[in-house]
């Protein structure tokens, strides 16, 4: 697939900045999961709770999702391909599983925002380290991503070996 | 792309790495999920269900802790 130069570097732009704002979604994500677990409040705890469910929903996903279509987009649109190089390949398992674990966990995070909104329910019930853990992997995963998509470590995959002699032959006189 | 050499070899040492890890990682999990079975996802956090006592990053025993304290 062919574009314009203008609308392949827009599509670039937006891979970038949904890419690396679901990172820094996660880090801010990560902040909260601290305070939850270490603040001493308990409306500040409850808060933590209450607040990462929303923004799960209205910043995680919406980034994740964005990240992996215009990642797709980009794989069509440029010579690098879904399945040439094998640090696409990475990265797009990488993104896949992030979402797919997001996407699961957003019950999780229904169910500690339940339970900080319910006043009856003690603060050692509402606190709970799994938010921390989760969004620390994750962030390890997306600095990964990002990383591999920085350097672009060499490597074709059998596929990409095999289009390479195709485009080969196809050139040679 | 980098070197033509680089790509046209055998699978790079970087690509094994990284599959092992991945391999690693996918074995722990699925380790966890089954050695935790009803400790892990949602259900864990329901009430009734089998949400730790306590925190293990520093239970309140303060002023603080108790919900009576906490309502008005």
């Known amino acids: ?173 | 792309v980098t070197s033509e050499g680089s790509d046209t070899g055998g699978t790079p040492r970087w690509v094994k790495v990284f599959g092992l890890v991945a391999v690693v990682a996918v074995v722990v999990v699925v380790v966890v999920l089954i050695v935790g079975r009803g400790g892990h996802g949602p259900s864990r956090h329901s009430r009734g269900g089998d949400a730790p006592a306590g925190n293990t990053f520093g239970a309140h025993t303060g002023s603080h802790a108790g919900v009576a304290q906490e309502q008005p």
């Open chain 1, 1 to 173: 697939v062919t574009m314009p130069p203008r609308v392949r570097k827009f599509a670039l732009t937006a891979h970038v900045t949904a890419s690396v704002g679901w990172l820094g979604a996660v880090a801010a994500f990560v902040g909260l999961a601290v305070v939850g677990v270490t603040s001493p409040d308990p409306e500040t705890v409850r808060g933590v709770y209450l607040v990462m469910e929303p923004t799960a929903w209205f910043v995680l996903v919406p980034l994740a999702l964005t990240s992996l279509v215009t990642g797709l987009v980009q794989s069509l649109v440029t010579a690098w391909g879904l399945v040439r190089h094998y640090w696409v390949v990475f990265k797009l398992l990488i993104n896949v599983f992030a979402t797919l674990v997001l996407l699961l966990y957003t019950q999780t995070l229904s169910s500690l925002a339940g339970l900080a909104a319910d006043p009856n329910a003690d603060l050692s019930a509402v606190r709970s380290a799994s938010p921390l853990i989760h969004a620390g992997l994750a962030l390890v995963l997306l600095v990964v991503a990002t990383t591999l998509a920085v350097y672009k470590p060499p490597g074709l995959t059998p596929y990409g070996r095999r289009q390479q002699d195709l485009s080969r032959k196809a050139t040679q006189p």
